[in-house]
T-cell receptor
Framework: GAGVSQSPRYKVTKRGQDVALRCDPI?????LYWYRQALGQGPEFLTY????????KSGLPNDRFSAERPEGSISTLTIQRTEQRDSAMYRC?????????FGPGTRLTVL | DAKTTQPTSMDCAEGRAANLPCNHS???????VYWYRQIHSQGPQYIIH???NNETNEMASLIITEDRKSSTLILPHATLRDTAVYYC????????????FGSGTQLTVLP
């Protein structure tokens, strides 16, 4: 079946612009996670949802970052007023039980 | 989540067993040991997890010491496609758990 998909795969934006990153989880998966990964490092947790409820947003770096999952399926991670330090790979994962399935990620570059 | 310690890098000859160690001396009684791997720029991929008994699946075996302070992931017949960064994570099991990735071990399988 279809895995986790993310769009866009690549996003180049100018500093100060807002960006929205989309995640389509595996159908039926209850939990959805967002991670950020810098080059050469492991993924870093940002936030996660069970169904439509945001359970933990402790990993969001600051209030420019927000996420939603209004219908308990697709999720959007929004970064407002982007800064160069926001450049990274943003990964989404979903899970039903113990195993998290990761998407291909969105490579964000802020110029 | 308990802190885990892994070697930065390892080499293994193709066709031989790859044994990847992980130390988790502060692991608590309800924390499992999970292994994920990340091939090049792809998203992390679940390999295996266990609590205290040794586990085996089609990808690998997981050996956990009796005191649970360390474990070893074994790839019985490494192939070039197993070249990846391998992450050992100690966390409570269940779907609604964020993963805390460390730096992992870069395994290079040599021809």
């Amino acid at each position: 079946g279809a895995g986790v998909s993310q769009s866009p795969r690549y996003k180049v934006t100018k500093r100060g612009q807002d960006v929205a990153l989309r995640c389509d989880p595996i159908s039926g998966h209850v939990s959805l996670y967002w991670y950020r990964q810098a080059l050469g490092q492991g993924p870093e947790f940002l936030t996660y949802f069970n169904y439509e409820a945001q359970q933990d947003k402790s990993g969001l770096p600051n209030d420019r970052f927000s996420a939603e999952r209004p219908e308990g399926s697709i999720s959007t991670l929004t970064i407002q007023r982007t800064e160069q330090r926001d450049s990274a790979m943003y990964r989404c994962a979903s899970s039903l039980r113990n195993e998290q399935f990761f998407g291909p990620g969105t490579r964000l570059t802020v110029l | 989540d308990a802190k885990t310690t892994q070697p930065t890098s390892m080499d293994c000859a193709e066709g031989r067993a790859a044994n990847l160690p992980c130390n988790h001396s502060t692991i608590s009684g309800n924390e499992y040991v999970y292994w994920y791997r990340q091939i090049h720029s792809q998203g992390p991929q679940y390999i295996i997890h266990g609590l205290k008994n040794n586990e085996t699946n089609e990808m690998a075996s997981l050996i956990i010491t009796e005191d649970r302070k360390s474990s070893t992931l074994i790839l019985p017949h490494a192939t070039l496609r197993d070249t990846a960064v391998y992450y050992c994570i100690a966390t409570v099991s269940g779907s609604a758990r964020q993963l805390t990735f460390g730096s992992g071990t870069q395994l290079t399988v040599l021809p």
